[in-house]
């Protein structure tokens, strides 16, 4: 689950009006809401709309009307004072909230069902126990789900042995009910192999990438093969599918499971030299119908993509501060990548891709388990856990959005930039952008300065790769400013998005 922590004081002010034909309903900010809140907005649960708040170890369950008047906010009695990590799976009438918490030297994977009251349903449903010594992390269990939701999977691969590491699953459906829980191996070169990001197909199958590398000698992220891991259901055996790699050399490795055409998607940028430019994508595509890899893709980007993509500097290094940050997918079989140009700086020392990307979470770890991926929707590089960024840095930008179209052999069909220029000191809250996909196309919610002022604007892309810019949205022109990369779709054409007045937090229904 992603958290957001923003200073937020109370705030009596609450209205809608119309701009543009874009109907903004803003909600009461909550009096009882203290400096630092830890929020995450869960959404539209039957005909509420729902937000989980974390005020010190008080949990609550904010839920608002139509109208975005707060209906009630029940307490989360159920929990821990303290939890070690949190994730939030959504249905149409309901929600579980899955708890990671210690108690003594075990540490419990927990489920509860919220009804769209916020409302506990039924007890609390222990998923997973884990005993661990004092000076191990208790940061263990990872959660992920198939794209139907019909399928949770909660994970934890224990690293105490260097060189095997040992993968354990749960598989539950819907209902939570256990329909298998199984373990395997893993054989791991110390230093050398690190594992990519989890993914879950509808029929309960389980997609990694095993990589393999060099962290010696300030060597890291040479990437020089890659192999896809494949855990059917029901079984304890790993599949293994080795790729054909070009000589490139890859970074920012992503895995998306196509459902409808049974397919996994493996994409990445990639650079003709040990920490050279980003010159283009890497795209691989397997079937499970032929057991196979259809295709493989080296996409080199021309001249004129990079002179579009650059905000500043030379056309070559064009795409050197672009990370990728969601891929969607085509019934066709087709896809689009987005990425976007992030940075930071540091007293005036520039963070380029070099100190946050490479090496692995996984690499030289001193606990027992290993928790979580490096890459989920969304994460700036500042924010990995790549032992870079944090209080230090002073400043963050955010820049141009690149979208480009692949066809279902992972041929590219179009490239479209969405210009924008954004930096914030001491925060990233406002920065980067939001996501709604709407039967137009992708479309784009983003802060934007102009003449010394805070604009919020909306522009989309079409299936043709035609970009278009809406009325701009005068977010400051009432006093508030947006955080739409927190942004939740809640229905075919709206979305919640949360955001600030006078330092007050509250959150904001835009219908389009």
């Not at 395997?184 to 197909?201: G, K, M, Q, S, Y």
């Not at 050279?276 to 080199?300: I, K």
């Amino acid at each position: 689950m992603i958290r957001k922590y923003i200073t937020a004081l109370v705030a009596m002010v609450a209205f809608s009006f119309v701009v543009n034909a874009q109907e903004i309903t803003y909600s009461l900010p909550d009096r009882d809401d203290v400096r630092s809140v830890n929020f995450d907005i869960i959404g539209k649960i039957g005909d509420r709309y729902l937000v989980f708040k974390q005020v010190r170890s008080t949990y609550n369950i904010a839920v608002y009307d139509d109208d975005m008047k707060l209906v009630d906010k029940p307490r989360m009695d159920f929990l821990p004072d303290r939890l070690i990590n949190s994730d939030i799976i959504t249905y149409r009438d309901y929600f579980y909230f899955i708890y990671q918490y210690q108690r003594r030297n075990v540490v419990y994977c927990t489920a509860a069902k919220i009804n769209s009251e916020g409302k506990l349903v039924g007890d609390p449903v222990i998923l997973d126990t884990t005993a661990i010594n004092f000076f191990a992390n208790n940061k263990i269990y990872n959660i992920i789900y198939s794209e139907d939701k019909q399928k949770i999977c909660v994970y934890k691969i224990n690293s105490k042995n260097e060189t095997n590491y040992l993968f354990n699953r749960s598989l539950f459906d819907a209902s939570l009910n256990l329909l298998n829980r199984d373990e395997a191996r893993i054989a791991i070169r110390p230093r050398v192999d690190f594992l990519t990001e989890f993914a879950l197909d509808n029929d309960g199958w389980m997609v990694f990438v095993k990589a393999s590398g060099s962290a010696a000698n300030n060597d890291n992220g040479s990437i020089q093969n890659m192999t896809l891991m494949m855990k059917p259901p029901n079984y304890d055996s790993i599949s293994i599918y080795p790729i054909d790699m070009p000589k490139v050399y890859l970074d920012d490795i992503r895995v998306k499971v196509d459902n409808v055409n049974k397919h996994v998607l493996i994409a990445a940028f990639y650079a003709k030299q040990k920490r050279g430019n980003v010159d283009g994508m890497y795209c691989a595509l397997w079937s499970r119908h032929t057991d196979s890899f259809l295709n493989t893709n080296l996409l080199e980007f021309n001249d004129q993509l990079k002179s579009n993509a650059k905000s500043e500097g030379s056309t070559r290094a064009a795409f050197n501060d672009y990370f990728l940050q969601n891929i969607i997918l085509r019934k066709d079989g087709g896809f689009a990548v987005l990425s976007e140009a992030a940075y930071s700086s540091s007293r005036g020392i520039y963070n380029n891709r070099w100190n946050y990307m490479y090496g692995s979470p996984y690499w030289g770890s001193s606990n027992y388990y290993l928790y979580g991926s490096p890459f989920g929707y969304y994460s700036y590089p500042w924010m990995s856990p790549y032992g870079f960024g944090g209080p230090q840095i002073n400043r963050y930008y955010a820049d141009n959005i690149a979208v480009l179209s692949f066809d279902s052999t992972a041929a590219m069909e179009w490239a479209s930039i969405v210009p924008k220029s954004q930096y914030d000191d001491n925060t990233d809250n406002f920065i980067g952008y939001g996501t709604f996909i709407t039967s137009d196309g992708i479309n784009f919610l983003f802060n934007q300065f102009e003449k010394r002022t805070l604009l919020l604007q909306a522009q989309s892309i079409d299936p043709q790769g035609k970009r278009a810019e809406a009325p701009t949205l005068k977010s400051l022109d009432r006093g508030y400013q947006f955080m739409p990369r927190y942004l939740k779709q809640i229905g075919s054409r709206s979305v919640l998005v949360p955001c600030q007045y006078r330092n007050y937090l509250c959150f904001a229904k835009i219908e389009f």
